[in-house]
């Protein structure tokens, strides 16, 4: 059912009446002059009436991408009609209300807002996705007495979200225009969610894997842009930025690919703007990687576990969003970096036990102890099956590259009452039939938390995701839901599994195995630092 809106500076509005909310759909908050210009603040949009009751279009990204994530999550929901993607366009943001008793919006209640960055490795994802509608959390939050506005936005992915080169920072064009399109939505909403009834000093911003790292990164700021932030699978450990040779070669390998490296400089740019939107993501080679890179603003430096673990500031990585930002929220799942399966490692097969131990040897030539407990303690040999190894190594993938990066976290943060951490661990294992069933995969706690899969779990794996949800709606209006980590001792939330009579619980002791954790990582990081175990990881994934 349609509805219409007067917003006091955005004018007219048509939203559409879902569920006991309001969407309003597809709302530009910038503009492009072109392609990988910087994003300019959308402050009006004319005399006439804004139809916000579709989707708008999303940015450059693979055609079908919806279907591979639905892979990973292993279950499909209907997907609604989007417009086709834009190179100019797609900066636009969803907004879904609670609607009162009365049916109506109240422009004055000065609701807290979440605002969800979406993952998918800074070259796929869109905030239409459905597993994403704010719909079930907002009408679950009204009904709980405890209100909040959602948001999602999109931004600049791939080639015109993260290419960069001197060249092109010459030409006046910025690296990671994804970060700063992300930046650019939280002025948009902080300028006009106030219109919407929403409070512009109560934004609580939500990332999943890339869009964890994201709102991570936001934490490097010196300006304040959030009140409160939550990071779900990925935060800034979860890979290294880029740095400047490899974005170089990365924007060579995409200038040959489009056939550009004859011409000039000013050609190729020229080029790079006109060159047909499908080109942008059917004819840039896979061994280019388009991710975020140091560029002294957004990400102004390299970090690392003993910068993020100290509360002393490193001037190298400095996180003034320790001081700014209210409370931040981390959570991760016991498996989430099965997603890095399809991501490369099931080309690694057969024989992947014996690279990868090579590798290990090789990245901790000079702790060969560790290398020695790190194969023992995850039971990889040589000979070992590719299907056992592949599973024995993403476990260890996860820990190190989530488990651990989680609790540095931790670690770091003042642990005050002006600026609380909380800890999660998801440990539901996914219910649906497929490669993963019965194990806490990435994607899966977002597909929770959003209750848009609610028709498809049994009674105690919908346990679940309500409470998992009752606590995000708390922490969205300012609560503690459950004690923040204080001291020495990483207290946590646990939630699932529901197979084994766990709907939720809180473990004090943050004891890795009560939360369904190992200690394998956390004796390795003794052993030879944590900065060095994550590398061998990384060394692997990239097959150094």
């Not at 190594?393 to 190190?400: D, W």
């Not at 539901?428 to 028709?455: M, T």
């Not at 009752?470 to 503690?480: A, S």
């Not at 473990?507 to 030879?528: I, Q, T, Y």
Request: net charge negative; aromatic share 10%; proline share 7%.
């Amino acid at each position: 059912m349609a509805t219409t809106f007067k917003h006091a500076d955005l004018g007219e509005l048509k939203g559409k009446v879902v569920n006991g909310t309001v969407q309003f759909l597809g709302l530009k908050y910038a503009s492009l002059k072109d392609r990988l210009a910087p994003p300019e603040l959308v402050t009006t949009y004319g005399s006439t009436s804004t139809d916000a009751s579709n989707y708008g279009p999303p940015p450059v990204s693979p055609i079908g991408a919806i279907q591979r994530e639905f892979g990973f999550i292993q279950h499909s929901l209907p997907t609604p009609e989007v417009p086709p993607h834009s190179d100019l366009e797609g900066l636009n943001l969803n907004i879904t209300l609670p609607l009162g008793k009365d049916g109506a919006i109240r422009s004055d209640s000065k609701l807290p807002v979440y605002v969800f960055v979406h993952g998918g490795g800074f070259a796929v994802g869109s905030s239409w996705y459905p597993h994403y509608s704010a719909t079930p959390l907002v009408k679950l939050s009204a009904e709980q007495g405890k209100p909040i506005i959602g948001i999602s936005i999109n931004y600049r992915l791939g080639v015109a979200g993260f290419l960069t080169s001197e060249e092109l920072r010459k030409a006046g064009y910025k690296a990671n225009n994804g970060f700063h399109d992300q930046r650019m939505a939280l002025k948009w909403i902080q300028k006009f969610i106030g219109g919407f009834g929403g409070d512009a000093d109560e934004v609580t911003v939500v990332g999943e894997s890339a869009g964890g790292l994201s709102v991570t990164m936001f934490l490097l700021s010196k300006e304040p842009l959030m009140k409160r932030c939550l990071s779900t699978g990925g935060a800034v450990l979860l890979f290294k930025p880029i740095p400047a040779a490899a974005a170089e070669a990365s924007y060579a390998k995409v200038i040959e690919a489009f056939g550009l490296a004859d011409k000039s400089p000013e050609d190729r740019i020229k080029s790079l703007l006109t060159l047909p939107v499908d080109d942008l993501w059917q004819k840039v080679p896979m061994g280019a990687p388009l991710l975020p890179s140091i560029d002294g603003d957004t990400v102004p430096g390299e970090p690392n576990f003993v910068t993020v673990a100290s509360q002393e500031d490193d001037p190298a990585f400095a996180i003034p969003g320790r001081k700014w930002c209210a409370a931040l929220m981390i959570g991760e799942s016991q498996l989430d970096a099965n997603i890095l399966a399809w991501m490369g490692l099931d080309g690694r097969n057969p024989g992947i036990a014996a690279k990868f131990a090579e590798s290990v040897n090789k990245t901790l030539s000079s702790h060969p102890e560790a290398a020695s407990t790190l194969l023992s303690s995850y039971n990889i040999t040589p000979s070992t099956d590719d299907d056992e190894a592949l599973l024995s190594i993403l476990r260890f993938a996860s820990e190190i590259s989530f488990y651990a990066p989680a609790l540095a976290f931790a670690k770091g943060w003042p642990q005050t009452k002006e600026n609380k951490f909380f800890l999660y661990h998801f440990n539901e294992g996914n219910p649906w039939e497929g490669r993963f069933k019965g194990e806490a995969g990435h994607i899966l706690d977002v597909s929770f938390l959003f209750q848009n899969f609610n028709e498809f779990l049994n009674d105690e794996q919908k346990a679940v995701a309500h409470a998992y949800a009752e606590d995000f709606i708390k922490f969205v209006n300012g609560e503690d839901p459950w004690p923040p980590v204080e001291g020495g001792k990483i207290g946590a939330r646990v939630y699932g599994p529901s197979s084994s009579g766990v709907t939720t619980k809180y473990v004090a002791s943050g004891n890795p195995e009560e939360v369904g954790r190992r200690d394998h990582v956390l004796k390795l990081g003794e052993m030879a630092g944590f900065d060095a175990i994550l590398g061998v990881f990384e060394n692997f994934f990239q097959g150094r």
